[in-house]
């Protein structure tokens, strides 16, 4: 399962913040890994760096899966930590349920 990290400006996107969401990644979608072939993050400022406010932090994770359409979830926070948990979590649910209708068909 190949992971990409993609951040904007305005947040810092160094190696440190890739390899750790890389692993975490890695480990949480770890049972998926026969049906995913690929992982996308996105990590942005929907404020900029100017402004503050709550819940301004968004992470996306898209999730492919080999012949069907990507799944991709959103999740707004305060904290880089906390939108990317979040957006891990939905991932998580989204891909166990898709997967199920896989097997069932």
Known sequence: ?????NTDRHIPGDD????SIREELQ???????EHV?????????QNGENRGGADDIRCLIE?????H???VVTHDAASVKQAFTGATDK????????????KSH
């Not at 072939?37 to 400022?45: A, F, G, P, Q």
């Open 1 to 5: 399962m190949q992971i990409q990290v």
């Open 16 to 19: 440190t913040l890739t390899d």
């Open 27 to 33: 480990h949480a979608l770890k049972r998926f890994d």
């Open 37 to 45: 072939t690929r992982i996308e993050v996105h990590l942005s400022d």
């Open 63 to 67: 999730a492919r899966i080999e012949g």
């Open 69 to 71: 359409q990507p799944n």
């Open 91 to 102: 991932i998580k649910r989204v891909l166990s349920t898709t997967i199920e209708r896989m």
